[in-house]
């Protein structure tokens, strides 16, 4: 790759897991970084339907109030975002609390602009069991009703913080290719968020994707993981699959390093395990260090130039910051 600032500058980035953005002074920081299309977290990890449908009202507002943003409903609006410099928003919910036990719930959702639907997040749900929970059932018939709809609906469905079962269960079901946004695999380094490589083929043999997170605790045994370690995850993953099944998903969130003060992340976690949504043996306590060179969304271009130094070729590269996402996209929602 000849000119590694360039093809930053002129790819499509997509980020399809950013909880960050929740709190909306940092989004300047995905523009800094040239980001072409982020994916905020709607309500996170519990929530009902009140709650999801006020989040997705303020961020309507966000785009209004300015002209540098747009609400992401087809693949054409990412390439519409990149064309005009904006900041394309494609909103996505963690779990399905949201929806609560009503499926129309999930057409006032797509119609208000919801794009990514996550199916659980760690703990059991209606649907079906979350990745941190003691048993590993399927779906259940309601979450087989849910695929359904999804799909009828055209929205991507996300099976990170999913149980193996469940999410088996789910592509099996689907219509349309299934999406892991943020996981690494486990047999890069093991932790139980991360996930194995029977299911990364699925994901993969389904049309879908499994993006990288930067969260340390699934790259590594170190607190400040390297840039190196991020990518090792992608080199795995498209050597598992192919290079057309990766992507990322990085997951910065409120409570990391130079976001939040340590005691304020530390109670934030405590929280987290007290309510059951982490877990200890998956989930060290807080400081949260992202890779070096890309603590923050500030910073990508430094993925883009170590991605040329570890030997991608430029289709390669793009195909990892953003192409392969936007290919499910325009499958899953047309555009």
Not at 21 to 33: F, K, L, M, T, V
Not at 142 to 147: K, P
Not at 219 to 226: A, F, I, N, T
Request: hydrophobic residues 40%; aromatic residues 8%.
């Amino acid at each position: 790759m000849d000119d590694p600032l360039r093809l930053h500058r002129e790819a499509i980035i997509i980020d399809a897991t950013c909880p960050l953005a929740r709190s909306h002074q940092y989004i300047d920081w995905w523009r800094e970084g040239g980001a072409t299309a982020i994916a905020p977290t709607i309500t996170g990890m519990s929530g009902n339907a009140q709650s999801g449908l006020r989040e997705i009202g303020g961020w309507h507002r966000y785009v209004r109030e300015r002209d540098d943003a747009l609400i992401v409903r087809t693949a054409a609006d990412i390439e519409r975002a990149k064309a005009e410099g904006k900041l394309g928003l494609i909103l996505h919910c963690q779990g399905t609390s949201i929806v609560e036990d009503e499926l129309d719930f999930l057409d006032a959702y797509a119609a208000a602009g919801l794009r990514m639907v996550q199916l659980c997040y760690n703990r059991r749900n209606l649907i079906g069991d979350g990745a941190a929970e003691r048993t590993d059932s399927g779906l259940s018939h309601f979450g087989l009703a849910v695929i359904s709809r999804l799909n009828a609906l055209r929205l991507v469905i996300d099976c990170a913080h999913t149980g193996l079962r469940t999410t088996f269960d789910a592509i099996e079901a689907s219509l349309a290719p299934v999406v892991i946004s943020h996981a690494n695999a486990i047999a890069v380094h093991q932790n139980g968020r991360n996930v194995p490589d029977e299911l990364i083929r699925a994901i993969a043999a389904s049309g879908g994707i499994v993006g990288t997170v930067g969260f340390p605790a699934f790259l590594g045994d170190e607190s400040r993981p390297s840039l190196d370690r991020f990518i090792d995850d992608i080199v795995y993953k498209a050597d598992l699959t192919s290079i057309d099944h990766v992507g990322l998903g990085i997951d910065y969130y409120e409570g990391q390093h130079g976001v939040e003060s340590d005691a304020v992340a530390l109670a934030r976690y405590e929280r987290r395990i007290r309510e059951g949504h982490w877990r200890r043996e998956e989930y060290p306590p807080p400081p949260y260090y992202y890779p070096a060179g890309i603590e923050t969304p500030r910073t990508l271009e430094r993925l883009t130039a170590r991605l040329a130094e570890r030997g991608f070729d430029e289709p390669e590269t793009r195909k990892v910051l953003g192409l392969n996402w936007l290919r499910v996209f325009r499958s899953v929602w047309g555009g």
